[in-house]
């Protein structure tokens, strides 16, 4: 019976439904079209980490006895002023008496106490333990040497290399090193003194590698019988001082002040307002020598891997070989830059060199075909006849040599099968009725599959 042809065998299906009270069942048929080549298409883009700007002010603030002319109201509202340094910096705000020499004397509140060591006794937790304006000394007003010492002496540590640098310096008094009395008492600037602290404060920048240096002065811009003291030239040096220093400073931020703002008038509440906008976050961005492909199947196929770099509106076609290879089993970092990280395993690839690699904003996309799968097993859906039954794959009927009918597989199996390095996995597992395919020992992805056949008797 297996030998009669398709001709014959359909004619027989018609005589047979004719009688299939004596049969039983009628003649029907299975199709299917095997599982498809699966395709791979990932598009995914290189990180960047925003880093907050690392930011260091320094608050000079006078502590002679003078500042009882200050009222309460201006030293809390100075205070304060603290509390409107941008929490998108990574900020040091650092507390130093105007009158002293000590170098241990001061006080330290940090956006990141953790970063802070060995100043476990200066370290605060909120402006409001700073100690402004809560002790006083008697003494010389030195603010220029007080600031140019005290920088010098913690720069590379409690002031960092590449941060932004910001003295902030609070007196209502004047600075005795730039300032002279003629014998009569007249008061006026020692123009050659104040010179010469000009020419130190404008090397700080580079001293302490700051990415700037500013002086921002709050002092009484004018004579004040209630707040100041030093008669006409009361905070006039330290006035003179922060506008040549900004004006040389390149920067833009506070035309209007020039960096000195009115200690006795309330001006200083505009204090951090251009340098809060002035100074940016930094984008950094991410390199990567390795990328992860994703496919979740084991049958990925290399060879049709294809690789594109895309930066911006630009797609290029990396070559096999000569700008990347495949990582079949890969477990390390990704990332080698701006520092080694973001772990991967599995499939990946490598690009073997340094202008290949995917750097922020650049994108990745990888496409690829699975391996065929391939199949030694069909299901039909009932008991068959098998003297009765016909395979066909791709329209062509397969010769009877080449399958047997194996009858009911309660239990599932796979009917998968491996072939020239295909594995036989992941599993199709299956149970039911089936027929093996025996010559050749598969049928393959997207083949189309169809058996004629006598449904058994119930």
Request: hydrophobic share 35%.
């Amino acid at each position: 019976m297996k030998n009669l042809s398709l001709v014959s065998l359909l004619l027989l299906f018609t005589l047979i439904s004719c009688g299939k009270e004596q049969f039983g069942s009628t003649p029907t048929s299975s199709s299917e079209v095997a599982n498809g080549v699966q395709s791979y298409e990932k598009l995914s883009c290189a990180s960047s980490t925003l880093v907050k700007p690392a930011v260091d002010i320094i608050y000079v603030v006078d502590n002679s006895t003078s500042t009882n002319y200050i009222t309460s109201n201006i030293k809390t509202a100075i205070q304060n002023t603290i509390n409107s340094v941008s929490q998108q910096f990574d900020y040091r705000v650092i507390g130093v008496p105007l009158i002293s020499t000590s170098m241990t004397d001061f006080q330290v509140l940090a956006s990141n106490p953790d970063t802070i060591s060995g100043y476990s006794s200066n370290k605060i937790s909120s402006s409001s333990q700073f100690t402004f304006f809560q002790t006083t000394a008697n003494g010389l007003e030195k603010g220029f040497s007080r600031v140019y010492s005290f920088a010098n002496h913690h720069k590379n540590g409690l002031l960092r290399t590449g941060a932004h640098t910001i003295v902030v310096l609070i007196s209502n008094g004047v600075d005795s090193d730039t300032t002279s009395q003629t014998s009569t008492g007249y008061t006026y600037i020692n123009t050659e003194a104040y010179g010469t602290k000009l020419n130190q404060m404008s090397t700080l920048k580079a001293t302490l590698g700051s990415l700037q240096f500013r002086f921002m002065s709050v002092v009484s811009h004018s004579p004040s019988p209630t707040c100041s003291v030093g008669g006409s030239l009361a905070g006039t040096v330290y006035k003179n001082m922060s506008k040549d220093l900004y004006d040389g400073s390149g920067a833009s931020d506070s035309p209007t002040y020039k960096d000195s703002y009115d200690l006795c008038n309330n001006g200083f509440s505009a204090l951090f307002t251009g340098i809060n906008s002035s100074i940016n976050q930094v984008l950094l961005a991410h390199t990567y020598n390795y990328w992860p492909i994703t496919l979740t199947s084991g049958t990925l196929d290399p060879s049709t891997l294809q690789v594109y770099k895309q930066s911006g509106s630009t797609s290029t076609q990396l070559i096999l070989g000569t700008d990347w290879s495949y990582e079949a089993s890969y477990s390390g970092n990704s990332r080698i830059l701006p520092t080694p990280g973001e772990p991967i395993s599995g499939k990946a690839i490598k690009f073997l060199s340094s202008d290949k690699y995917i750097t922020y904003p650049d994108c990745v996309v990888i496409k690829a075909s699975n391996y065929v799968e391939y199949f030694q097993y069909i299901v039909l859906p009932r008991a068959a006849v098998a003297s009765t039954i016909v395979v066909r794959i791709n329209g062509t009927i397969l010769d009877s040599s080449k399958w047997e009918y194996v009858g009911l597989v309660g239990t599932p199996i796979n009917i998968k099968v491996a072939f020239n390095g295909a594995p036989a996995t992941p599993a199709v597992n299956k149970s039911g009725y089936m027929i093996r395919v025996l010559s050749p020992s598969y049928y393959k992805s997207g083949d189309n599959v169809e058996v004629f056949y006598q449904p058994d008797a119930i």
